[in-house]
């Protein structure tokens, strides 16, 4: 958004912004794909739960003490 706010080209700022995306995120998701096969289902979902709850327990936190 800012960039295409800051430039008057619309067209080539969405071209480059995707292909900047694709090229950051394709091989990501192949190497993801090629981890998950490897590790345990279960205890992926289970870190992931614990960061999640840890995350949102901190900015809980966070907003709380930080209030005015």
Do not use: C, E, Q, W
């Not at 480059?16 to 694709?22: E, H, N, P, S």
């Not at 490897?38 to 900015?59: C, E, N």
Request: glycine letters at 6%; aromatic letters at 8%.
């Amino acid at each position: 958004m800012a960039l295409a706010a800051a430039y008057s080209n619309l067209a080539p700022v969405v071209a480059g912004t995707t292909a900047g995306m694709l090229l950051a995120n394709a091989p990501v998701v192949f190497l993801g794909k090629a981890f998950s096969d490897r590790l345990p289902l279960t205890a992926m979902h289970r870190v992931a739960s614990a960061l999640f709850l840890i995350l949102g327990a901190v900015f809980i936190y966070r907003a709380v003490h930080h209030a005015p």
